[in-house]
DNA sequence: CCAAGCACCTGACGGC
DNA sequence: TGCCGTCAGGTGCTTG
């Protein structure tokens, strides 16, 4: 579900309240699939304070004392939220109870996600975020335009390919490419240097006024209070084929491109 | 090394 | 109503 802007605002939201709290108790509602062993996992959070959130790429991570940091991927469908004490409901997979009788639970339909516990040392071996490209905002788009310009595969892909750069999934990949101009099945060593630089000082813009907007919220996605993103309004080709192009007109068309739907105006987006 | 395709899982929606 | 196919914000594994 969430991408970076999603991510980030999560992040921000918890960073807010979260540090200084201790975890009172871990309620093991379900980990199925999600999660390390309840087992290793419960001992290692109950008691530790939190000290900061922060995001790495699509991570979530909630730093805490005694070399502790929560470690959590919302995949498609993930929710992490604060707030007050409540039962469990259907997807509910864990709880955090903290001392201040406030809720950290973590919630997932597709139970694609999961959270762990990592050291230091394991999340710095962690091979995830050791494949990871430069996050988006603070690289320079010639960089990244550089990056991406060294792959023959369609850009649309190229954008979506983690060890290029993080952060951007299917959304703000169409978002960007039509707000640049660009066609997504180009082949990504095809465009320019000049467009390339564009398209990324436009993703910037894209992912900085989604943060602003509180994300995007298109079935699950909630920020870390529960509430719904804004940003979805913005839109102006995702998810919106056979609309009309808010600039020309033109009936916008979707392609499959590295197996992710692509919606794209064939007018205002063009190969060269 | 790179790229494509399927797998993981549940739910929502459209067609018949 | 219900059954079936398709699709969904991500990533990992296998294959070529």
Not at 77 to 91: A, D, F, S
Not at 209 to 236: K, W
Request: hydrophobic letters at 40%; aromatic letters at 6%; glycine letters at 6%.
């Amino acid at each position: 579900m969430p991408e970076l802007p999603e991510v980030e605002v999560i992040a921000r939201g918890l960073n807010a309240t979260l540090p200084g709290r201790t975890v009172v108790s871990v309620d093991h509602v379900d980990l199925t699939r999600l999660s390390e062993p309840a087992e290793t996992l419960l001992p290692k959070v109950t008691g530790r304070k939190i000290r900061r959130v922060y995001r790495r790429a699509k991570v979530l991570l909630v730093e805490m004392n005694d070399d502790l940091t929560l470690v959590f991927h919302l995949k498609m469908t993930g929710r992490v939220v604060h707030g007050p004490r409540r039962e469990p409901e259907k997807h509910d997979r864990i709880f955090l109870r903290l001392d201040d009788d406030s809720l950290l639970s973590f919630a997932d339909v597709r139970k694609f996600g999961f959270v762990k516990g990592m050291t230091a040392d394991e999340l710095k071996a962690w091979s995830f975020l050791a494949k990871c490209g430069p996050e988006p905002l603070e690289t320079s788009p010639e960089v990244l335009a550089d990056r991406l310009r060294r792959r023959k595969s369609a850009v649309k892909g190229v954008l979506l390919n983690q060890s290029v750069v993080v952060g951007v999934g299917n959304i703000y990949a169409d978002e960007s490419l039509f707000r640049a101009g660009i066609h997504p099945e180009t082949r990504a060593d095809m465009v320019s240097q000049k467009r390339a630089v564009f398209l990324f000082s436009e993703l910037q813009a894209v992912l900085k006024q989604a943060i602003a907007e509180n994300g995007s919220s298109i079935r699950d996605y909630v920020n870390a209070d529960g509430d719904a993103g804004a940003f979805q309004n913005n839109f102006n080709v995702y998810g919106k084929v056979n609309e009309q192009c808010a600039q020309c007109q033109t009936t916008l068309k979707s392609v499959k491109v590295s197996g992710r739907t692509s919606t794209f105006c064939p007018k205002c987006q063009t190969k060269r």
